[in-house]
């Protein structure tokens, strides 16, 4: 781009570019002067505990008794206590323990305890939608690959099918296809597994199913589109070598496909992380619902949600790192 | 080596168009033939209609005993049988010059690596361009890419070389190192069909050559009889127009 770009004085970028930061500046500043205006109190202190947080965990004696042994276990230590005619063992990490042998507990008493630190409901959400949004792309891109293969087939059977899932998929909208998958098919195939004593699907994978079913669609075509980019003389040079179409299709169109696919590819999946929001919906945690429930308990949603679109921005960001690596390796190899 | 029957092959798209009609030929082994004709009279779709490149519509085509129109041919072993170089090169642009002459002796010979890499270095010692194993076609001159698709052709062993216009995509400074690698495949005795404006090449190297005009072969014979004493109108004029 920028060779067509026309190069101007030092003076004249300069400005331009301080232009830029003290803009910038301005538009944080106006937002704000703005939030000053009714009065909001930022506190920003009070977004890492929804990264972090610590959590108290206790043993606590079941029954009344006595403490009857000690010993040592690892980490832990194992209590024994003995009441009138039972008796419990309870594993309690060694530095947190809180009681002697021969002491009397009562039920609810504190045998020990300690801190542990765990991740918190932001960090949760974050984790949620980086795995809903990994497993989709993985079934999204087997999907994918088959249908536009088979977009491309001599096979009507093939071919029909996959232009109407295509069409299907691609002519309405991801909610209303989120709600099917729940309401609809996810009503339908738990009933049905209910009936024959089978256990149920979770939520989360009709989530999944869903992403991974709407991505698979944009893949298609853009897999089809990368193979109909590569010149005919390519297969039929493969062929007259005494290549069959798998092979031809295997060592030589799919790999030149591959490098023109990668930088619309990701691009879906870029957005395929942002669409994952949607699953809130459906009581799936992930990291806008995460949000939403950190808002309702803080009180502070101005933070937190920048927080959280920054968290987008990080996966996002990380992925499209990830697939200009990837497109440098290729040029290399 | 080669017979075709009453070959017809019409084209649909993007209109009905009688491409080739009723084309008779026979290749013995070792014979060089040569097929020349204006543009549009059928050369390129009757020599892909031969590695079945192109579905002949009717008529009977027999390579080597095989029947290369019949259902139950299995077509990638026959075409594995005869090379074919295109005037476009196709050289696949992914692998360094060393892979694209063993790819197809790896793949469909199921040759070990060593013994693929072992021919394709011999291979392309003989076209003179064993220093340039490691590089990319795009690195390469047009001439230097069709001498690479030779060598990618011969590495599977053919029984018949195919060439559609092997020299008409090249700088006029590179026609002749790529005919000097045809010329010594001749004489090696390999059985070729060649589609080509070369008059030069023809008249040194073919055999016999084959005149077609609008999907049929209008006239053949030896190179002498073409340049002295042609009997169709047409092969005079397309002849006059050329020379
Ligand atoms: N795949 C195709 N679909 C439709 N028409 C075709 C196709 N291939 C060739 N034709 C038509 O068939 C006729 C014969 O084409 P062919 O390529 O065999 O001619 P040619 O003798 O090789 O000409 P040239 O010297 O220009 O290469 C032409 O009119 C061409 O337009
Ligand atoms: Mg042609």
New interface residues.
Partial sequence: MSSGRRRHSLAYELFWKAAFVVSLIGVCWMLYAATQKIDYVWRWYRVPQYFVSERVIEVKSGIQGEVASIAPEGENVSVVVAGDGEEETHLVPAKGLRVGKGDAVYPGDVLGGEKKIVPGILIEGTWLTLYVSAVSIFFGIILGLFTGLSRLSDNPFLRWWSITYIELIRGSPLLVQIYIWYFVLGTLINNLLNKSDLPQIPTLWFGIASMAVFTGAYVAEIVRAGIQSIHRGQSEAARSLGMNAYQSMRHIVLPQAFRRILPPLAGQFISLIKDSSLLGIIAIRELTKATREVVTVSLQPFEIFFVCSLLYLLLTFGLSLLTNYLERKLVQS | MIKAVNVSKIFYVPQRLLALSNVSAEISRGEVVVIIGPSGSGKSTFLRCL?R?EHADSGHIYVDGVDILAKKTDI?????????V?Q?F?????KTVLENVT??QT???RRSRREAEDKAMALLTRVGLAAKAAAYPDNLSGGQQQRV?IA??LA?DPKVMLFDEPTSALDPEMVGEVLEVMKSLAREGMTMVVVTHEMGFAREVADRVLFMDQGQILEEGTPEHFFKAPENERTKLFLSQIL
């Fill in positions: 590695n490149l990638n072993s026959a075409r594995a049988e005869m090379g074919m295109f476009s196709n050289l696949f642009p992914h790819i197809g793949v469909v010979r698709a990618r052709a599977m």
